[in-house]
């Protein structure tokens, strides 16, 4: 994408827009307390020695903590999403959350070679910002979107989903995006999968192709290793008309607003419902998956099938379903976490903070809790974070409710 421009402050235009999107959404009148749970000084791959922190990685400002997983056991997933800079030594890694504090100390998955850029690009893992990890089948599937900061166009091979093994790191799968995917518009952002049918579901935002953007849901099935797109240019995944991306009082890069469609995607615990956001919009929308799973089932068809579930009441990044099957949704424009309750069908803001710098991506912690990544990326996209000032977190929020199971 081209490079933003320095956000001001507009605080008018926050006001009026932060009025207009809670005009038809509730809020909760005492919100749940968030924890800073890990604060990391930038990112460090490098082993620590004598118990001292190790040394932060040179270019850390351009590596921001994106994509947030746990496995069963606890262990921390993350991706570094190769969007500022080609630089990161990895793309995806697991995160050692004993450390709470120094630089993140992170472990290329499955390794640094496996992580390389200059690896074959079928094979080697370029720029993951969605993944996901499944605790039934012991794998993670890492969405590669192909292109590094630097490229107009993704090598051939490159737009991919990789399936690997939790335990060794090799690799289980490898499926080809290629011809579900524009290798120069596309813009891979995340998967949801369905780990007992084995279906992944990837929403393309398609913000390399801004301001027409090539939005769009592709389905993957892990058994023939075939992906197929639907709902091309759909305007249900497209950007709302007339909507400005806001965080913290102010525009999202105004004069090069940030124009992303379909983002945030997730799956109700029994794999039948899928649910997704967009980013430069509002709502948030459902559709039951057999009509995706349907080989033969038209656009047109599957169109008439989704639900708007409602205005959010902010802009939005990542989604994450619970055991219980509420939705939680990331607010980057109130700097929080909204939850969505499929049986009561009521949307609140439950928990928000001024110290969350851009939510992004919520996990369910093995003990139930939600945790979610808050890095700023919005100014990190920007440039306007200085060398040795960024802060990657860990938000915690307590749910009370019983534990993910694998759907």
Same mark, same amino acid.
């Not at 900061?149 to 993704?154: F, Q, T």
């Given at each position: $994408?081209?490079? %933003?421009?320095?956000?001001?402050?507009?605080?008018?235009?926050? &006001?009026?827009?932060?009025?207009?999107?809670?005009? !038809? =959404?509730?809020?909760? !009148?005492?919100?749940? %307390?968030?924890?800073?749970?890990?604060?990391? /000084?930038?990112?460090?791959?490098?082993?620590?020695?004598?118990?001292? +922190?190790? /040394?932060?990685?040179?270019?850390?400002?351009?590596?921001?903590?994106?994509? &947030?997983?746990?496995?069963?056991?606890?262990?921390a997933y993350v991706s570094t999403p190769r969007l500022v800079s080609a630089g990161a030594l990895a793309t995806l890694s697991t995160l050692d959350t004993r450390a709470q504090s120094g630089p993140a100390r992170l472990t290329a998955? %499955?390794?640094?070679?496996?992580?390389?850029?200059?690896?074959?690009? +079928?094979?080697s893992l370029r720029n993951v910002l969605g993944f996901h990890v499944d605790r039934k089948n012991g794998w993670l599937w890492a969405l590669d979107m192909g292109f590094v900061a630097g490229e107009s166009e993704a090598p051939a091979g490159a737009q991919k989903v990789l399936v690997l093994d939790l335990q060794t790191g090799r690799t289980v799968k490898r499926i080809a995006l290629d011809g579900v995917a524009d290798r120069s518009g596309s813009f891979l952002n995340d998967i949801a999968v369905d780990e007992r049918r084995r279906v992944a579901y990837i929403s393309d935002s398609g913000m390399r192709s801004a301001p027409n953007n090539m939005v769009g849901l592709i389905v993957v099935d892990f058994a023939s290793g075939q992906a197929r797109r639907v709902l091309d240019k759909h305007p249900a995944l497209q950007i709302e008309p007339g909507v400005k991306v806001m965080s913290h009082g102010t525009e999202v890069w105004p004069g090069n607003p940030l124009l992303l469609g379909i983002n945030g995607i997730a799956l109700s615990p +029994?794999?039948?419902?899928? #649910?997704?956001?967009?980013?430069?919009?509002?709502?948030?929308?459902?559709?039951? !998956?057999?009509?995706?799973?349907?080989?033969?089932?038209?656009?047109?068809?599957?169109?008439?099938? *989704?639900?708007?579930? @409602?205005?959010?009441? @902010?802009? =939005?990044? @990542?989604?994450? =379903?619970?055991?219980? @099957?509420?939705? #939680? *949704? =990331?607010?980057?424009?109130?700097?929080?976490?909204?939850? #969505? +309750?499929?049986?009561?069908?009521? $949307?609140?803001? *439950?928990?928000?903070?001024?110290?969350v710098r851009w939510p992004d991506t919520p996990a369910i912690h093995p003990d139930g809790a939600l945790v979610f990544t808050s890095s700023a990326l919005n100014e990190h996209f920007a440039s306007s974070v200085k060398n040795g000032q960024e802060r990657y977190e860990l938000w915690r929020l307590p749910l009370g409710g019983r534990k993910l199971k694998a759907n």
């Amino acid at each position: $994408m081209s490079s %933003p421009l320095v956000v001001p402050k507009l605080a008018s235009i926050a &006001l009026a827009v932060l009025a207009i999107l809670s005009t !038809t =959404t509730g809020h909760a !009148t005492d919100t749940a %307390p968030l924890e800073r749970w890990r604060s990391y /000084a930038g990112v460090s791959w490098e082993k620590p020695r004598d118990g001292a +922190d190790p /040394a932060p990685f040179a270019a850390s400002v351009d590596a921001p903590i994106a994509g &947030l997983h746990f496995d069963a056991q606890g262990t921390a997933y993350v991706s570094t999403p190769r969007l500022v800079s080609a630089g990161a030594l990895a793309t995806l890694s697991t995160l050692d959350t004993r450390a709470q504090s120094g630089p993140a100390r992170l472990t290329a998955f %499955p390794s640094t070679a496996g992580n390389a850029v200059t690896g074959a690009p +079928d094979r080697s893992l370029r720029n993951v910002l969605g993944f996901h990890v499944d605790r039934k089948n012991g794998w993670l599937w890492a969405l590669d979107m192909g292109f590094v900061a630097g490229e107009s166009e993704a090598p051939a091979g490159a737009q991919k989903v990789l399936v690997l093994d939790l335990q060794t790191g090799r690799t289980v799968k490898r499926i080809a995006l290629d011809g579900v995917a524009d290798r120069s518009g596309s813009f891979l952002n995340d998967i949801a999968v369905d780990e007992r049918r084995r279906v992944a579901y990837i929403s393309d935002s398609g913000m390399r192709s801004a301001p027409n953007n090539m939005v769009g849901l592709i389905v993957v099935d892990f058994a023939s290793g075939q992906a197929r797109r639907v709902l091309d240019k759909h305007p249900a995944l497209q950007i709302e008309p007339g909507v400005k991306v806001m965080s913290h009082g102010t525009e999202v890069w105004p004069g090069n607003p940030l124009l992303l469609g379909i983002n945030g995607i997730a799956l109700s615990p +029994d794999g039948l419902t899928l #649910y997704w956001t967009v980013t430069t919009g509002t709502h948030v929308r459902s559709l039951r !998956t057999a009509i995706l799973r349907k080989a033969d089932a038209s656009d047109q068809q599957i169109a008439a099938a *989704i639900r708007d579930l @409602g205005a959010v009441g @902010g802009n =939005t990044d @990542g989604i994450v =379903t619970d055991a219980r @099957g509420r939705l #939680y *949704i =990331t607010d980057v424009t109130r700097n929080g976490i909204v939850r #969505y +309750d499929p049986r009561t069908q009521a $949307m609140s803001l *439950i928990a928000s903070d001024d110290g969350v710098r851009w939510p992004d991506t919520p996990a369910i912690h093995p003990d139930g809790a939600l945790v979610f990544t808050s890095s700023a990326l919005n100014e990190h996209f920007a440039s306007s974070v200085k060398n040795g000032q960024e802060r990657y977190e860990l938000w915690r929020l307590p749910l009370g409710g019983r534990k993910l199971k694998a759907n």
